[in-house]
């Protein structure tokens, strides 16, 4: 098992702002996407309803925040050269990447991935 690098998350936590008051709860979650391939995720989930993530793609980590979905979970990375997508639903998920500029379209990074 890998594990996120301290200064890490704390650096995402940060992101949270007023957050540091509530109570988190960490759930790391491994998936197993196409072709035998992991995909290591940790949610971070606050009393106050705040829910960030954090995952490894690409031997990166990638800081993400939950954003409104209609259904299931969606959490999204900001940068300056493009966005990373974590969408899930069940135990089943999927990493895409929109990359800056209006004519970017979004690719997918992992399919067909499961917790189960």
Request: charged fraction near 15%.
């Amino acid at each position: 098992m890998k594990f996120f690098p301290a200064t890490a998350l704390a650096s995402m936590l940060g992101m949270w702002g007023s957050v540091a008051s509530a109570q988190i709860d960490v759930l790391p979650v491994t998936f197993t996407c196409e072709n035998g391939t992991p995909l290591e995720v940790i949610f971070f989930n606050a009393t106050d309803g705040a829910s960030a993530a954090a995952m490894l793609v690409d031997n990166r980590l990638i800081a993400l925040e939950q954003t409104i979905s209609g259904s299931g979970i969606q959490y999204r990375s900001s940068g300056p050269g493009g966005s990373y997508v974590l969408r899930s639903k069940g135990w089943d998920a999927t990493v895409s990447y929109l990359a800056a500029g209006d004519a970017a379209s979004e690719q997918v990074v992992l399919s067909d991935c499961s917790s189960r």
